[in-house]
């Protein structure tokens, strides 16, 4: 069976815990919620994946909410994390994986080849 630190029962709230244990990144402490839920500013969860996992934003879009959506990646496909940050500015980790790599190309029909 594949095992991965990634994949771990645990490994998202210690991404979360280890991107907020960055210096200079602080979780409100007015809204306790941020920090249960891995959420803090746009700034404070980008900088903290770029200084824990060399990760920076390589793809983005919004949702029909008004959400915006980022997908970082680190430059060796090690490891990605989906962020999305609300309208009000807070960001929060939706997900994160590892052996990132790109499809190139797409067939007739549109779909990935």
Not at 15 to 40: I, K, R, W, Y
Request: hydrophobic letters at 40%; glycine letters at 10%.
């Amino acid at each position: 069976m594949f095992y991965s630190k990634r994949y771990s029962r645990n490994y998202l709230s210690g991404l979360v815990a280890a991107v907020l244990a960055v210096p200079g990144v602080s979780v409100f402490p007015a809204a306790p919620a941020h920090a249960q839920t891995g959420c803090d500013s746009r700034a404070a969860v980008i900088e903290g994946l770029k200084q824990t996992f060399q990760e920076n934003p390589v793809a983005i879009g919004v949702e029909q909410s008004g959400n915006l959506v980022e997908l970082l990646t680190a430059d060796d496909g090690d490891s990605w994390t989906l962020v999305v940050t609300r309208p009000d500015g807070i960001s929060c980790i939706a997900a994160a994986g590892e052996n990132w790599s790109e499809i190139q190309g797409k067939t007739e029909e549109g779909a990935p080849s």
